[in-house]
C-alpha cells in the first residue's frame, strides 16, 4: 500500500477482505494449526519454498495482517509479532548477535531492558556497552569495539523523552558495518519513522500506544530494506540449514532462502518458532483494532501533553522542572524540531518539589491519573519511574541515566485537557493546604 496515506494504511494496510470470507473486520484465526491438503504441500511450506501457514507458533494469518500493517506503516520489509515488547526485544538482541559479541546502547532505555541487558544477557555470551553522553557522537564512536554487532536505542527514551540524532547515530553504525535498531515504543510510526531516518531494525511494545487501550500485551519487530549482513561479523545468516532446505533437500542459508528479509525470517523461523514467544491471534486482533486510530489517538494526546506541559510549568512552588523536548530550554530541542514536527510524544516527566510523603499525597489524590506501568493508553497515567518502571535501576544506574528521585511520569491519554490539568491542580493543591497548615502550627 505504499502509495497510500498513514492514515488509510492504519485501517486497510495488510488485509484484502475477499481473502476473508469478505469478512470486514479482521477475524481471529483461533487456530493451533493448518491443514496442509496435500504431502507435496506439506514439504513446500515446512522449508519456507511455498509461503503459508502451518503452526500459529510459527504464523496465523490475523497476526499476519498486523505484521503486514506494522511493516507498511514504517516502510519495512517484513515484520514479526511477538508475545510482548520483551519478546521483541530479546528475539532481536540474540538474532543479530548470533549469540556472541557486544551492542552499544545508552542508559537512556525502559528499565527492564535496561536489566535484560545486564542481568540475563552477559550469562549467554552478549555484554552491552552503554553511552553515559549520549549526545556526543564521539564517546559513541569511541565504545565501539570490533566486537559490536549493533547500535540499539530507543527514539523517545522512557521516561525522559530524550531524543538522538539518528541520522548521526545510523552513519556511524554503518561506517563500522553494524546494523541501527530503534526502540520506536513512544514515538509509533506516526510521530516517527526510524526507516526512513537510517535504522535498520525498529522494535516495539505494542502493548503501549499502537494498541492503546490497555487491554493487550504485544512486541514486533520491522526489518528494513538496506543493511547488508556481512559474512565475518553475521554468519548466522550465511550458515546452511536443513530446515530451510530447498525442494532438491540442499540445505539453504537465512540470505539464499529470504534474500529480501533474511532478519524477519530468521526471527520467525528460529527465534519465534524456538522460543515460543507468540503473539496470541486475539490480542492481535485487539491491537490492530487500536492501530486502526493511531494516527487520532496520538495527534490528541500530543495536544493534551503540550496543555498539561504548559500547566506545569506554571507550577513551580510544587514542580522543579519539566522534561519534554519541546520546551526551549530542553537540551533536546532542535532535535525534536528536526525529526519530531508532529510532536515528540505523550509522555513526559517533571521533577516533584515536595517531601517522599507530599509525592505519595500526590500519586494517591489525582483521580483520573492512573497510578500503572504502562504508557500510550487511552486513560492518562502517573507512575513515580525511579521506584517503579525504573526501579531495576541502582541509584547510582539512575544518575547515569539522568533519572532524578523526584521524578513523575505521566503518560496522556484521551481525556479533555482541562479535566487533565484540573486534576493535577486539586492533587496539588491538597498539597498546599496541607503545607499551609503545617505552616500555621508551626
Ligand atoms: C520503550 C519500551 N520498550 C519495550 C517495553 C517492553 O514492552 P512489553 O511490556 O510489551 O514487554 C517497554 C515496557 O514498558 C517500554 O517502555
Redesign the pocket.
Known amino acids: 500500500m505504499a502509495e497510500y496515506g498513514f492514515n488509510t494504511v492504519q485501517v486497510r494496510g495488510g488485509y484484502a477482505s475477499e481473502d476473508h470470507q469478505e469478512s470486514v473486520a479482521v477475524p481471529v484465526y483461533a487456530t493451533a494449526a493448518f491443514d496442509f491438503g496435500s504431502v507435496e504441500r506439506a514439504d513446500r511450506l515446512t522449508s519456507g519454498v511455498e509461503a503459508g501457514f502451518v503452526y500459529t507458533r510459527i504464523g496465523n494469518p490475523t497476526n499476519d495482517v498486523l505484521e503486514r500493517r506494522i511493516a507498511a506503516l514504517d516502510g519495512g520489509v517484513g515484520a514479526v509479532s511477538f508475545g510482548?515488547?520483551?519478546?521483541a526485544?530479546s528475539s532481536t538482541i540474540l538474532a543479530v548477535t548470533g549469540g556472541s559479541g557486544r551492542i552499544l546502547s545508552t542508559y537512556q532505555?525502559?528499565g527492564?531492558?535496561f536489566d535484560l541487558e545486564r542481568s540475563i544477557f552477559p550469562n549467554l555470551g552478549i555484554h552491552f556497552d552503554l553511552v553515559s553522553h549520549e549526545s556526543s557522537l564521539e564517546e559513541w564512536e569511541k565504545a565501539i569495539t570490533p566486537e559490536t554487532k549493533a547500535i540499539y536505542v530507543?527514539s523517545i527514551s522512557?521516561p525522559s523523552a530524550k531524543l538522538l540524532d539518528y541520522e548521526a547515530l545510523a552513519r556511524l553504525a554503518h561506517k563500522y558495518n553494524i546494523p541501527f535498531i530503534v526502540?520506536n515504543?513512544?514515538a509509533t510510526p506516526y510521530l516517527f519513522k526510524p526507516l526512513d531516518h537510517g535504522a535498520d531494525i525498529v522494535?516495539y511494545?505494542?502493548?503501549?500506544a499502537l494498541n492503546g487501550h490497555g487491554n493487550a500485551?504485544?512486541?514486533l519487530v520491522v526489518e528494513g530494506s538496506t543493511f547488508r549482513w556481512s559474512k565475518e561479523k553475521f554468519p548466522q545468516f550465511y550458515k546452511k540449514h536443513w530446515v530451510i532446505r530447498d525442494l532438491k533437500d540442499r540445505k539453504r542459508s537465512f540470505l539464499e532462502a529470504f534474500p529480501d528479509f533474511p532478519l524477519t525470517a530468521l526471527l520467525r523461523l528460529s527465534y519465534l518458532a524456538y522460543f515460543g514467544a507468540v503473539l496470541s491471534p486475539y490480542e492481535a486482533q485487539l491491537i490492530l483494532i487500536g492501530v486502526e486510530t493511531l494516527s487520532e489517538r496520538v495527534k490528541k494526546q500530543v495536544e493534551n501533553t503540550r496543555a498539561v506541559l504548559s500547566y506545569l510549568q506554571e507550577q513551580s512552588d510544587v514542580v522543579a522542572w519539566v522534561s519534554y523536548p519541546e520546551t526551549q530550554d530542553n537540551p533536546d530541542y532542535d532535535l525534536a524540531k528536526q525529526y519530531f514536527p508532529n510532536g515528540a510524544g505523550s509522555v513526559l516527566s517533571f521533577g516533584f518539589k515536595g517531601t517522599w510523603e507530599e509525592e505519595v499525597k500526590l500519586i494517591e489524590s489525582v483521580k483520573i491519573f492512573g497510578y500503572q506501568?504502562?504508557?500510550g493508553d487511552a486513560r492518562s497515567l502517573i507512575v513515580n519511574s525511579p521506584k517503579i518502571?525504573h526501579g531495576e535501576l541502582t541509584p547510582e544506574e539512575l544518575n547515569e541515566a539522568d533519572i532524578a528521585p523526584e521524578t513523575i511520569r505521566l503518560s496522556l491519554g484521551l481525556e479533555d485537557a482541562e479535566d487533565l490539568v484540573e486534576d493535577l491542580r486539586q492533587a496539588f493543591d491538597s498539597i498546599r493546604e496541607e503545607r499551609e497548615k503545617a505552616q500555621k502550627s508551626a
Open positions: 510482548s515488547g520483551m519478546a526485544i532505555i525502559y527492564g531492558a530507543e522512557n526502540d515504543t513512544f522494535v511494545s505494542a502493548t503501549k500485551i504485544g512486541g506501568a504502562n504508557v518502571t
